[in-house]
């Protein structure tokens, strides 16, 4: 038997400690927040996704109350982006959540499985790791790819 560990390392920040064009992408997923339908759990999330063409494509989560016909805002963004802009290529990904208290979260939002399994293959198409920047109130948290937050990722397609 084989034992391996899965690490995925992070890195935090502070908003003054980004770098202007990270700042910029933090800002588009949080002004996002203010676009989502979700009136039943209250709790809107926003994405944007920096393209290579300069783009920056925003998303939110749009509920429905035939559960689970809504979709997620990383889904929302990436599925937008790639319909509007088939040929550009993934940069980054900034993510951002507002509670049911209407605040941005003080902890960062992770998108879920189905929204890193799609990331991931726009990663993929890529051909370059896509870094994800979660936004929380006071902090952002930086991965290095879609990838290190799936690592048993169905690739085999």
Same mark, same amino acid.
């Given at each position: ?48 996704? &920096? ?21 997620? &805002? ?62 929380? &109130? ?20």
């Amino acid at each position: 038997m084989k034992t391996t560990d899965i690490i995925c390392r992070t890195e935090t920040y502070t908003y003054a400690e980004l770098s202007e064009p990270v700042r910029l992408l933090v800002d588009m997923a949080k002004k996002a927040t203010e676009r989502a339908y979700a009136p039943y759990s209250r709790f809107s999330v926003g994405a944007a996704i &920096a393209l290579d063409n300069g783009e920056i494509v925003t998303g939110s989560n749009q509920e429905n109350v035939a559960y689970p016909s809504g979709l997620c &805002a990383e889904r929302t963004a990436c599925f937008y982006a790639h319909s509007r802009f088939p040929e550009a290529r993934f940069e980054a990904v900034a993510i951002a959540a507002r509670g049911t208290d209407g605040k941005f979260t003080s902890e960062p939002t992770a998108p879920c499985g189905a929204c890193r399994q799609a990331l991931l293959e726009y990663e993929m198409l890529a051909g370059h790791d896509v870094r994800i920047y979660l936004a929380a &109130a006071d902090k952002v948290v930086a991965l290095p790819s879609v990838k290190s937050t799936l690592p048993l990722a169905f690739t085999d397609f």
